[in-house]
């Protein structure tokens, strides 16, 4: 989920004379940036639907490198993106720090469809590892507004051996979420930790740890 806001940055650096990777490039990498998105991903594909445009985001651990087009087998997630929003989000990484409240105002353009994509990863399809965790195949979704305003929601359904996600609440949840931007933060690296490790073990220890931490962001029903 927190890859949202690292697309929502990749937003805010373009203009109208710009490519999109090229105004990503004009944007001051400072070690605060590199350190937020440090193993939320390795290799994210960006596709900007308008355009057709093409290119990787790299995080090698000390820098942020990117490059065009995308070679599928060797990146974590493909992401699609529009070119909506976009002057909204500008202010948010002029400084190069994100704080809570410019998290949320990302996340809440690319909430939905980054968690889709997440869940499409297809080990997060296999139903004995969503049941190794507990996780239920239908949940509600709040991603909680700092600032008090109204909150983003979507509805998780694991059904047929996939997950469908939702914008909006739809359904009687046996879950539910209420989350601010650093518990998807802490959501993602523990996961994407998951995903790449890909082993038993791994999954066992992802399962202990998610049921530590949804105590605290959210209710069963």
């Not at 991903?41 to 985001?57: A, N, P, W, Y």
């Not at 650093?182 to 740890?209: C, H, P």
């Not at 998610?210 to 959210?218: A, D, E, F, L």
Request: aromatic share 10%.
């Amino acid at each position: 989920m927190i890859k949202i806001i690292f697309i929502g940055l990749i937003f805010s650096a373009l203009s109208s004379q710009a490519t999109s990777i090229d105004a990503w490039r004009g944007i001051l990498q400072t070690p605060e940036l590199v350190e937020y998105f440090d193993n939320v991903f390795q290799r994210l594909g960006i596709e900007v639907e308008e355009t057709g445009e093409r290119f990787t985001i790299e995080h090698t651990g000390s820098e942020l490198i990117l490059s065009d087009g995308i070679d599928e087998s060797n990146v974590d997630f493909i992401v699609p993106i529009k070119l909506q929003n976009i002057q909204n989000m500008i202010n948010h990484s002029k400084d190069g720090k994100i704080d809570s409240s410019e998290s949320w105002r990302i996340l809440d353009v690319l909430f939905t469809p980054l968690t889709k994509v997440t869940l499409q990863t297809p080990v997060l399809a296999v139903n004995w590892r969503r049941k190794l965790a507990g996780i239920e195949d239908l949940i509600h979704v709040y991603l909680i507004n700092p600032e008090g305003g109204e909150a983003s929601k979507h509805t998780l359904i694991y059904i047929k051996g996939e997950w469908l996600v939702l914008k909006g609440l739809h359904g009687t949840p046996k879950r539910t979420y209420r989350m601010s931007p650093e518990n998807s933060l802490d959501y993602q690296r523990v996961i994407f930790k998951a995903i790449k490790k890909d082993t038993f073990f791994g999954w066992m220890k992802f399962a202990s740890w998610y049921k530590k931490w949804r105590k605290g962001v959210s209710v069963d029903h």
